[in-house]
């Protein structure tokens, strides 16, 4: 991966215990972080962004390469959410007409998750019944490019179909066809066959719904119940197997309740693969433990898929007591102005007002969120790492090919030492108020070490890969 300019990098010793800088000058005295890998957790699947780049926007082209580079290669993102709305099922283009200009944004509301039934046999797909062209926009405008460049570094993309029905903002008169599972099973699979007939795309996964609890349809468990049922066996027998995601509550609180009542109709919960929630309310360190002991009892993963304004403080939260698999704050971009504050909604902030100089760069948040995102990474598995003091929060990881991260949460300057680590080369960096990480930092080899942090902020230890000659140093 390239490395933004703006950094620090850690001084380090790996030869002995001491720190090439006087450890007094910038904390006090020096924690100890022990790691055990045979004690492990959960496996990552993936940082997740939602398919959003500002891509409706003029001018949007000249800016994307340089904003997916940044995402993938710097920030580290490697799972999108594919949103499809349930108005897509509808013999009018109403995102088309809305863009155009040719209707009225009230008009646009009332029509985008409204629903006109394809034809009265759910077994029957009527392709003029279904308008894909906003959706086909978001396909090549940003998962494609994101897919190849994942795919030039190596890397598969895994791709989130989401299902999104906010109903309640239905105009009077206007109707709703999926409750009924079959009709909604048909639409999914519409999609995906569409996705693949015209793309070669398959999505890794089905997100059900959207935040159930904030819809006017979707209030009970039972009813995300009835949907996967019908859905996955509507997809297994067009030869498709897609990963489940559920229930995707919008209160941390109600994941819980949520899966209960899944459990209740026979066959759902046996069909869902990940659990998953957001963070717009009954957030606590119990509501994650009690998400922890799910993942246990059932067998399955948990992820935390949105929160607007979450930083690293919530995703070390969700690592650590939530044992989550997958971790997304919300969009890749929107196109903004230059007053435009950074709220925390996109990874990115993105401001093209001066088509000469456009403005990209890693919002405040993603700065902390990358010392995770970049050098965790899909398969990887975490595994314990305790510290004796409260200052330094570790969490460590061994990727696929063998290579160890170790990620510190420092809630103050300070330093810290480590044992354990396998013998080898390691690049450390950090991320504080004052600067952003740099890798491809190359210390000398062995087994302990320790590594000073001059503010609060992240502080990640990874193992370099061996170089051979001709190779040069990679993620």
Known sequence: MS???TAAVVIVSLLGLGCDRDSGAIGDRAGEITLDSTKRYQTIVGWEATAQAGQDQAGFTRLRDSLITLVVDDLGINRLRLELRSGIENPVDYETLFNSGSISREEWHCNRYATVNDDADPNHINETGFQWAAFDHVVEQVVLPVKRRMQANGE??????????????VCAGKTYDHLN???YAEFILAAVTHLRAKYGLIPDALEIILEPDNTRHWKSGTTIGHAIVAVTRRLRDAGFTLEIIAPSTKRMSAMIPYLRDIERVPGAIDQVTEFSYHRYGGVSDENLRKIAAATTRYRRRAAMLEHIGSGYMNLHEDLELGINSAWQQYALAFQSNAAAKDGGGTYVILNASDSLNPVIRLGERSRYLRQYFRYVRRGAVRFSASSNTRRFSPLAFVNTDGRYVLV????????FTVKDLPPGTYGVSYTTAEGTGVTEREVARGATFSASIPAAGVITVFAQPVRGPGSGVQR
């Open 181 to 183: 599972p079959e009709e």
């Open 156 to 169: 598969k993309l895994y791709l989130n179909l989401n299902y999104v029905a906010f109903a309640k903002k």
């Open 408 to 415: 510190v949460k420092a809630d103050s300057a300070g330093t």
């Open 3 to 5: 490395s933004v300019n």
